[in-house]
């Protein structure tokens, strides 16, 4: 079993910038993707980014503000955000993705960007 940490969340103005962590842990497992998705008020949940090993993928509406990163080592992968919009107002969540073909989700972090 593998347990998503999320932080990182909170208000802030537009133009502005947060930083989300979202930490794995639990029984061994071997990350094969790491990923970050949202999902506004009675929207979907939709892709924002995601990273293997070696390649990053960013939904249009973020690609350039957004950047996605991860630390093998602690297992944990952030979401840059920039140039934060009021349309980036949502509830992000993390999702690994095992090797096996295994994935979890996190419990998610709000990002509410208002003046």
């Known amino acids: 079993q593998v347990q998503l940490v999320e932080s990182g969340g909170g208000l802030v103005q537009p133009g502005g910038s947060l930083r989300l962590s979202c930490a794995a842990s639990g029984s061994a497992f071997s990350i094969n993707v790491l990923g970050w998705y949202r999902q506004a008020p009675g929207k979907q949940r939709e892709l924002v980014a995601t990273?293997?090993?070696?390649?990053?993928r960013y939904a249009d509406s973020v690609n350039g503000r957004f950047t996605i990163s991860r630390d093998n080592a602690k297992s944990t992968v952030y979401l840059q955000m920039n140039s934060l919009k009021p349309e980036d107002t949502a509830v992000y969540y993390c999702r690994l993705t095992t090797s096996e073909g295994s994935g979890y989700w996190g419990q998610g972090t709000q990002v509410t960007v208002s003046s």
């Open positions: 990273i293997t090993r070696g390649t990053t």
